[in-house]
């Protein structure tokens, strides 16, 4: 049995479909289609149905409207980067999860917060395999990895660049592993002089839908207000990145303990 179902013509200035199925939207990446007779089929219908998971589609708000003229630390060119870098980490079983202020860029104003140095990203923990690490740090992968802290188990976080990124498009983007219990999901971090350890607390994210950040596809958690509540509290206001410290300006971060010197050994900062 087959339903049918309605989809929005493809525009040039994004790179997925869009399909309306009453009450819910649903974007998919471009797919490859086959035709016999008068029907196309998937070509690939396994990945299109593992993606059709995270399908959900969940639309930004803009809640504070911005001088378009406004200067940006962060050049709009390097969502061609980033998209690049979302496809790298899906062919090794993972998925990027827009994360911190990349996450209230996207839902407080449909875009990047113009004066944020960086891109953040969770990966959930259950998706970690060693080739991520292996390929992002090769000396044939198209990235710099610039800081390797924790562990798999335990509050990893890579931090890297683009290699061949154009002058101006050299933005850190940190990777943190999501970790999820009964209770709640966690990120992990690091101050490395002192070795000590953090964690932040989010409620449970335990589904993930999809979102248009700059006409590029990108998941993100299901209760995105939920977590940007958990994180900023009043983050319907913007604050400068000037009075922003990592390690205490979040509402839900605190300390978490120490690494000893010889767990140390494995990591890496710039």
Avoid at 77 to 96: P, T, V
Avoid at 143 to 170: C, H, M, Q, W
Wanted: charged share 25%.
């Amino acid at each position: 049995q087959l339903d049918v179902i309605y989809y929005s013509k493809p525009r040039a200035d994004r790179e997925y479909w869009l399909f309306e199925m009453g009450n819910v939207n649903v974007i998919s990446l471009r797919f490859d289609l086959y035709a016999a007779s008068l029907i196309y089929f998937l070509s690939d219908v396994q990945a299109f149905l593992e993606d059709w998971k995270f399908a959900r589609f969940i639309e930004c708000q803009v809640l504070l409207k911005r001088n378009p003229t406004e200067p940006r630390t962060i050049p709009l060119s390097l969502m061609r980067h980033l998209a690049e870098m979302r496809d790298f980490i899906k062919q090794r079983g993972a998925r990027l999860i827009l994360a911190g202020g990349t996450l209230l860029g996207w839902y407080r104003e449909c875009s990047l917060i113009p004066h944020t140095p960086d891109i953040d990203f969770f990966i959930r923990a259950e998706e970690y395999s060693p080739s991520i690490l292996a390929d992002l740090d090769s000396r044939w992968s198209s990235y710099n990895v610039l800081r390797i802290f924790g562990t798999p188990i335990d509050s990893y976080e890579l931090t890297l660049n683009v290699k061949k990124a154009r002058i101006g498009d050299y933005n850190n983007i940190d990777i943190f592993f999501l970790y999820t219990n009964a209770i709640e999901s966690y990120v992990g971090g690091l101050d490395w002089n002192s070795r000590k350890k953090y964690k932040w607390s989010y409620p449970r994210m335990d589904s993930f839908c999809t979102a248009d950040l700059l006409g590029h596809l990108f998941h993100v958690p299901c209760n995105p207000k939920e977590v940007l509540d958990k994180e900023y509290g009043n983050w319907q206001q913007d604050s400068p990145t000037a009075d922003f410290v990592w390690y205490k300006t979040h509402r839900n971060v605190k300390e978490n303990g120490e690494y000893t010197p010889n767990e140390m050994k494995g990591m890496r900062t710039f």
